[in-house]
């Protein structure tokens, strides 16, 4: 076997490999790019049937993707994976509150999930406009609520928490808004899957 060791290289193959092996056509084929870099991340081909794209027609997800805006992740490990050379040439920034000494300590005193409390901290950023969750469903449960007491309009919301308890309710709750999002649909998600997303869009620009 030859090894390929040129990163690019070894990124056109897989995709090569994808489309190959993909067995229907997309249903929608405007997002091909995400899907695929999906499916690359997971190797998981049920990817391609999973992702749901919730917006008017005519609108343009990466179109959101503005300088001076801010994107929040619900983990570190969603936040690790962003492409930081991309938004640091949009002028913008992405961060996460999941670990701030203030949320731990409101948490522990209150006894709810520092992600749904980091989110409600996200939330008071008038410059925040992307919420990406790649693994806590109560923080979507949250933004959702916040949605409805019309204390919070996102521009997008990527929502793929991961996990039996909540995970897809959260995701199902997410559709019932006007809000453009990109959801997994099911039990399946992920941080890792929540970051493709976001490098999906960003590899537009």
């Known amino acids: ?3 390929e060791w040129n990163p690019e290289k070894i990124e056109e193959k897989s995709f ?48 959101v993707f503005q300088p001076g805006k801010k994107i929040y992740t619900d983990t570190r490990m969603a936040l690790s994976g962003i492409n930081k050379r991309k938004l640091k040439a949009l002028g913008m920034e992405a961060y996460c509150l999941v670990d701030d000494p203030e949320v731990a300590a409101l948490a522990k005193e209150q006894g709810r999930t520092r992600s749904a409390l980091a989110l409600e901290k996200a939330a008071e950023d008038p410059d925040t406009s992307i919420y990406v969750f790649g693994n806590a469903p109560t923080a979507l449960f949250r933004l959702c609520q916040l949605m409805d007491q019309q204390q919070i309009s996102p521009q997008l919301v990527i929502g793929a928490p991961v996990g039996f308890v909540g995970a897809a309710e959260s995701k199902e709750m997410l559709l019932n808004y006007d809000v453009p999002s990109i959801s997994v649909q099911g039990r399946k998600g992920g941080s890792t899957v929540a970051a493709a997303m976001v490098n999906a869009l960003l590899k537009r620009q």
Do not use: C
């Open 16 to 63: 090569q490999i994808i489309r190959s092996e993909l067995k229907e056509p997309l249903t929608h084929p405007e997002m091909e790019d995400m899907i695929l870099r999906v499916i690359h991340t997971t190797a998981d081909f049920t990817y391609a049937n999973l992702l749901h794209f919730h917006w008017e027609e005519g609108f343009r997800p990466e179109s």
């Open 1 to 3: 076997m030859e090894i």
